[in-house]
């Protein structure tokens, strides 16, 4: 599929300041003062910058029925009550070494190659060299530098979580490789020389700092992932020689097809994640049109047809559909186009039954019931939920849904079917140390939609069933961050919704 920026309609005009939001995402006047009231209430600048982020930004949202609802008001301001009690939020306990044996961490980077064989975000290391690294890094005189260590401690944590055996302290190993990545990202990022291995320790990163409520951090590694990608010609596979720079158009710089078309894979994704970013967190553009000329790829990439890869080749092709379609309604929002007429809601009808045709042709909930592996239920699920949130989000920015203070039931529905599959991809032991970044992305937006619509009952409909899946998210966020102390503010926000939920079905005296 040939796709140049400037079909995608994406605005390329963006403000570049961090915290702009969308317009069509700023519907009660009085809510940007109420967030704020709450939040000064945390004498804590980074659990109040936490949860800024992190949280509130999914308001925007659903806040006409939140913020304007007293229960909720009241539970959200019970929660920076307890916020401003924990003792020292962001300060985690310093993590005693888990004991990584040799034998343990090659099984973990075996895990992680047998898992994945795919010719995109190819690991640009040996994965001789990879084994080799515990012997490295007991050797004094052996110089490894950050990149290095970045990618390892990456490859052995996803192994790590790919294992289905049971490890005594296995959330302990998860907390020690992620803080030991942590602790070389400034290192990394005074030492980036735009090479492929500094390309796949940003991919990296960006997930791992999701995974750690850090979206500021993540966002800021994905703009140095951009200007890495730049660099390297992600942005330019399909130019034109001649409009090439004179490095990447020179005779000994003849790329193969397949080294083309990995390329052109990790673009999209890229593309995927900045489009992500706009709309989860309010974040202006760092791609924006008139700067890329990348196609779409073979999803092969190699031109060979792996049954292996075929979740992750669906995968590709429906999630970028979803792009994008997310994408042109990013550029709507953004566009200037009065959104109180009937020609905007018709222009939000039509991406809405884009998003769903992308959901029925690729029978997107059938084919997460034919997984086999880990790896290839987390791409099925990957698509479900953003086209669940899409649906939410756009549906949401109808001037009939705005003005209203009821949630339509197909609204509520969709939130339920989200927090619904999450609770089935998260019932393993195998988990329960990680999930936090899906929280972010994808369920905080139905948890306070069902949560809303809970509250918003009264009491006079059976809501039982949708107290018991609150209460669900609210045990495993509390879960998640036992042994995550930086991470509490957000488990305190999540508890104080439960709580406010479950007295709904409390008999009133």
């Given at each position: 599929?040939?796709?140049?920026s400037?079909?995608?309609?994406?605005?390329?005009?963006?403000?570049?300041?961090?915290g702009?939001?969308h317009?069509s995402?700023?519907?009660?006047?009085?809510?940007?003062?109420?967030?704020?009231?709450?939040?000064?209430?945390?004498k804590?600048?980074?659990a109040?910058?936490?949860l800024?982020s992190n949280?509130?930004?999914?308001?925007?949202?659903?806040?006409?029925?939140?913020?304007?609802?007293?229960?909720?008001?009241?539970?959200?301001?019970a929660?920076?009550?307890?916020?401003?009690?924990?003792e020292?939020?962001?300060?985690?306990?310093?993590?005693?070494?888990?004991?990584?044996?040799?034998?343990?961490?090659?099984r973990?980077i075996?895990?992680y190659?047998?898992?994945?064989?795919?010719?995109?975000?190819?690991?640009?290391?040996?994965?001789?060299?990879?084994?080799?690294?515990?012997?490295?890094?007991?050797?004094?005189?052996?110089?490894?530098?950050?990149t290095?260590?970045i990618?390892?401690?990456?490859?052995?944590?996803?192994?790590?979580l790919?294992?289905?055996?049971?490890?005594?302290?296995k959330?302990?190993?998860?907390?020690?490789?992620?803080?030991?990545?942590?602790?070389?990202?400034?290192?990394?990022?005074?030492?980036?020389e735009?090479?492929?291995?500094?390309?796949?320790?940003?991919?990296?990163?960006?997930?791992?700092?999701?995974?750690?409520?850090?979206?500021?951090?993540?966002?800021?590694?994905?703009?140095?992932?951009?200007?890495?990608?730049?660099?390297?010609?992600?942005?330019?596979?399909?130019?034109?020689p001649?409009e090439?720079?004179?490095?990447?158009?020179?005779?000994?710089?003849?790329?193969?097809?397949?080294?083309?078309?990995?390329?052109?894979f990790?673009?999209?994704?890229?593309?995927?994640m900045?489009?992500?970013?706009?709309?989860s967190?309010?974040?202006?553009?760092?791609?924006?049109s008139g700067?890329?000329?990348?196609?779409?790829?073979d999803?092969?990439?190699?031109?060979?047809?792996?049954?292996?890869?075929?979740?992750?080749?669906?995968?590709f092709?429906?999630?970028?559909?979803l792009?994008?379609?997310?994408?042109?309604?990013?550029?709507?929002?953004?566009?200037?186009?009065?959104?109180?007429?009937?020609?905007?809601d018709k222009?939000?009808?039509?991406?809405?039954?884009?998003?769903?045709?992308?959901?029925?042709?690729?029978s997107a909930?059938?084919?997460?019931?034919?997984?086999?592996?880990?790896?290839?239920?987390?791409?099925?699920?990957?698509?479900?939920?953003?086209s669940?949130?899409m649906?939410?989000v756009?549906?949401?920015?109808?001037k009939?849904?705005?003005d209203?203070?009821?949630?339509?039931?197909?609204?509520?529905?969709?939130?339920?079917?989200?927090?619904k599959t999450?609770?089935?991809?998260?019932h393993?032991d195998l988990?329960?140390?990680?999930?936090?970044?899906?929280?972010l992305l994808?369920?905080f937006?139905?948890f306070?939609?069902?949560?809303?619509?809970?509250?918003?009952?009264?009491?006079c409909?059976?809501?039982q069933d949708d107290?018991?899946?609150?209460?669900w998210?609210?045990?495993?966020?509390?879960?998640?961050?036992?042994?995550?102390?930086?991470?509490?503010p957000?488990?305190?926000i999540v508890?104080?919704?439960?709580?406010?939920c479950?007295?709904?079905?409390?008999?009133?005296s």
């Amino acid at each position: 599929m040939s796709v140049l920026s400037s079909d995608a309609d994406v605005n390329g005009t963006q403000s570049t300041t961090s915290g702009v939001l969308h317009s069509s995402q700023s519907q009660t006047p009085k809510s940007p003062a109420m967030v704020n009231s709450m939040l000064n209430g945390i004498k804590d600048a980074q659990a109040k910058s936490l949860l800024s982020s992190n949280v509130f930004c999914h308001l925007r949202n659903v806040e006409s029925r939140l913020l304007e609802n007293e229960t909720c008001v009241k539970a959200m301001e019970a929660a920076m009550v307890e916020v401003g009690r924990l003792e020292d939020p962001l300060e985690s306990d310093v993590l005693d070494f888990p004991g990584i044996s040799k034998d343990m961490a090659m099984r973990w980077i075996d895990m992680y190659y047998g898992a994945y064989q795919f010719e995109g975000f190819r690991v640009p290391l040996e994965k001789s060299f990879l084994m080799s690294m515990p012997d490295l890094l007991e050797m004094p005189h052996v110089h490894l530098g950050s990149t290095l260590k970045i990618i390892y401690y990456n490859i052995l944590l996803q192994g790590l979580l790919q294992d289905p055996e049971s490890h005594d302290g296995k959330g302990k190993v998860v907390q020690y490789l992620y803080h030991r990545s942590m602790m070389l990202v400034d290192d990394w990022i005074g030492q980036i020389e735009n090479t492929p291995q500094d390309m796949f320790a940003a991919f990296v990163m960006i997930s791992l700092t999701l995974e750690g409520c850090n979206s500021e951090m993540s966002w800021k590694i994905l703009g140095y992932a951009c200007t890495i990608a730049r660099a390297l010609g992600y942005f330019s596979v399909d130019e034109h020689p001649e409009e090439q720079s004179s490095w990447l158009a020179s005779p000994g710089n003849c790329e193969s097809e397949v080294d083309k078309n990995r390329k052109r894979f990790e673009f999209w994704h890229l593309l995927r994640m900045d489009c992500l970013f706009r709309l989860s967190f309010g974040k202006p553009a760092l791609i924006p049109s008139g700067t890329w000329t990348v196609n779409f790829p073979d999803p092969t990439i190699t031109g060979i047809d792996d049954a292996s890869t075929r979740f992750i080749q669906i995968h590709f092709l429906a999630s970028m559909r979803l792009t994008l379609v997310l994408m042109r309604y990013l550029d709507l929002v953004d566009g200037g186009m009065a959104q109180d007429t009937d020609m905007y809601d018709k222009a939000l009808d039509g991406l809405i039954t884009e998003v769903q045709s992308i959901m029925s042709d690729w029978s997107a909930e059938e084919l997460l019931s034919t997984t086999t592996n880990h790896v290839d239920t987390w791409f099925c699920v990957d698509i479900l939920f953003t086209s669940y949130k899409m649906l939410i989000v756009i549906s949401q920015s109808k001037k009939c849904n705005r003005d209203s203070h009821f949630l339509p039931r197909h609204t509520v529905d969709i939130a339920r079917k989200s927090l619904k599959t999450f609770q089935t991809l998260m019932h393993r032991d195998l988990h329960s140390f990680w999930g936090i970044s899906l929280v972010l992305l994808h369920q905080f937006i139905p948890f306070f939609i069902l949560c809303a619509d809970i509250i918003g009952s009264h009491g006079c409909r059976e809501v039982q069933d949708d107290i018991v899946l609150v209460a669900w998210l609210k045990d495993f966020v509390e879960k998640a961050t036992e042994e995550r102390v930086p991470l509490r503010p957000i488990a305190a926000i999540v508890k104080a919704m439960a709580i406010a939920c479950q007295q709904v079905a409390l008999p009133t005296s």
